[in-house]
């Protein structure tokens, strides 16, 4: 069974840093899709970041597009998203969550952490 | 961009009811249309993909249906567990930039 793990949320004062980290275990599957999604509080989901395995191309929410990087470490199964130039509005709970091959609905998801951006 | 909508926003239905919650998409997604389930502090759970085919381990009592731009998920028979927010989302873009809908709350009558 596949399983996610997100580690690296936090307190980050506006303008910071912080790096988020997803590892990834119980799967030997190819899947080609790896995504971050994120939740505001009381809010609903969007979508931040997916990373396409074939060519390693990665695409961004215009949200975040300039701030966030998004990339794999395949020796460490483990994904990150490098969030940079923090703002109060990336406030919220950050999934990581597995497409699959060819499509990139999420399969299976984290279960989050937090980001909390605050002066 | 593809915009997503959902509707009702809320839905209160008695247990053991039918639920009928929409999505539409604002142009066509073809099947490419998926439902999450998501209960309060939890992670989404992914239900239906490709508009119709249930994730491994949903119950029956859920069906997807649609294609284009018009998309129904129904729930059957309300159980406890199933009082919840369920997100519709499009995979149908290249490049392969999600869109959400809003979300329907399913709470009890």
């Known amino acids: 069974e596949v399983q996610l793990v997100e580690s690296g949320g936090g307190v980050i004062q506006p303008g910071g840093s912080l790096r988020l980290s997803c590892a990834v275990s119980?799967?030997?599957?190819?899947?080609?899709?790896m995504s971050w999604v994120r939740q505001a509080p009381g809010k609903g989901l969007e979508w931040v970041s997916v990373?396409?395995?074939?060519?390693?191309?990665?695409y961004y929410a215009d949200s975040v597009k300039g701030r966030f990087t998004i990339s794999r470490d395949n020796s460490r199964n483990t994904l990150y998203l490098q969030m940079n130039s923090l703002r109060s509005e990336d406030t919220a709970v950050y999934y990581c969550?597995?497409?699959?091959?060819?499509?990139?609905?999420?399969?299976?998801w984290g279960n989050g952490t937090t980001v909390t951006v605050t002066s | 961009e593809i915009v997503m909508t959902q509707s009702p926003a809320t839905l209160s239905v008695f247990p053991g009811e039918r639920a009928t919650l929409s999505c539409r998409a604002s142009?066509?997604?073809?099947?490419?249309l998926a439902w999450y389930q998501q209960k309060p502090g939890q992670a989404p759970r992914l239900l239906i993909y490709d508009a119709s085919t249930r994730a491994t381990g949903i119950p029956a009592r859920f069906s997807g249906s649609g294609s284009g731009t018009e998309f129904t998920l129904t729930i059957s028979s309300l159980q406890s567990e199933d009082f919840a927010v369920y997100y519709c989302q499009q995979y149908n873009n290249w490049p392969p930039e999600s869109t959400f809908g809003p979300g329907t709350k399913v709470d009890i009558k």
């Open positions: 119980g799967s030997s599957d190819n899947f080609n899709y």
């Open positions: 969550a597995r497409g699959t091959t060819y499509f990139y609905y999420m399969e299976v």
């Open positions: 142009q066509s997604v073809s099947s490419n």
């Open positions: 990373l396409y395995n074939v060519g390693g191309n990665s």
